[in-house]
């Protein structure tokens, strides 16, 4: 249900496009984090609770890693220089 909230989310986030430096977009950036930290947590239980072999050996784990590995450098470059 997330993954789908968080789609949705994403639509609505580029249609149309908020205005730089505006409350909509710094809206949008805490939601987009959220989610973040919300699939993060849900990866590194998902990952503790198979451990090794049954987590890698999953397709589902493996394209979750991929999905949260691929949104977490992005992170950054929303994140105000003195942070």
């Not at 949008?28 to 984090?33: I, Q, R, T």
């Amino acid at each position: 249900m997330l993954i789908f909230a968080n789609f949705l989310f994403n639509i609505a986030q580029n249609q149309p496009v908020p205005e730089e430096g505006g409350a909509t977009e710094k809206m949008f950036e805490n939601v987009d984090l959220a989610f973040t930290i919300v699939f993060t947590i849900e990866l590194v239980i998902n990952a503790y609770g198979n451990w090794a072999a049954p987590f890698f050996s999953n397709g589902w784990s493996m394209f979750d890693l991929l999905v949260v590995s691929e949104s977490l450098p992005a992170r950054p470059r929303s994140c105000p220089p003195h942070v």
